[in-house]
């Protein structure tokens, strides 16, 4: 019963995110920073109707598959694939740098232009490796705005995916 209560928990607060991420936003918001490539504003909201969808569906499926099937669905930031596969180098089928940007500028990922040239900075040369240091960084600099609390230790593009659906609900 625990369970099927978190479930429902999470339910409402990820139709929260997705219709948070169609609601009225700011120029400011709206536009990508000056230095951010042409078509990072571009890139979609989430799909309410699919959040919905989904939202109904999650009684129906197994414990375990009902949260994945609400983040899949619910995409405030668009895809999530250049975030997930960020640590595999372009020439190995991975993402660009900019698309790795682009996805991070729709998940509003950066608390300020430090942490944003902190993160890129580290990026290239973590790709490959054994490492989540863009990561850790992004959550030294952004704290509780990425909710890396109390420490950003185990900071990853899963953890930040995860915690934007809570935030964008917020």
């Given at each position: 019963m625990a369970m099927h209560a978190r479930?429902?928990?999470l339910a409402l607060v990820v139709l929260a995110a997705c219709k948070g991420s169609r609601g009225h936003r700011s120029s400011a918001e709206s536009s990508p920073p000056p230095s951010a490539p042409a078509d990072a504003a571009a890139v979609a909201?989430?799909?309410l109707e699919a959040c919905r969808a989904a939202a109904a569906l999650?009684?129906?499926?197994?414990?375990?598959?009902?949260?994945?099937?609400l983040l899949d669905a619910c995409r405030p930031c668009g895809d999530w694939t250049p975030l997930l596969t960020w640590n595999t180098l372009q020439i190995e089928g991975g993402p660009t740098r900019a698309a790795i940007e682009r996805a991070m500028l729709a998940c509003h990922a950066y608390c300020g232009a430090g942490a944003?040239?902190?993160?890129?900075?580290t990026l290239d040369g973590a790709r490959g490796q054994s490492t989540r240091q863009p990561w850790r960084l992004l959550g030294e600099a952004c704290g509780p705005a990425v909710s890396a609390v109390p420490d950003a230790r185990f900071m990853s593009a899963p953890l930040l995916r995860a915690r934007s659906h809570r935030a964008r609900a917020r």
């Open positions: 479930t429902v928990a909201d989430a799909d999650v009684p129906s499926l197994p414990a375990p598959q009902r949260a994945q099937a944003r040239q902190r993160f890129l900075d």
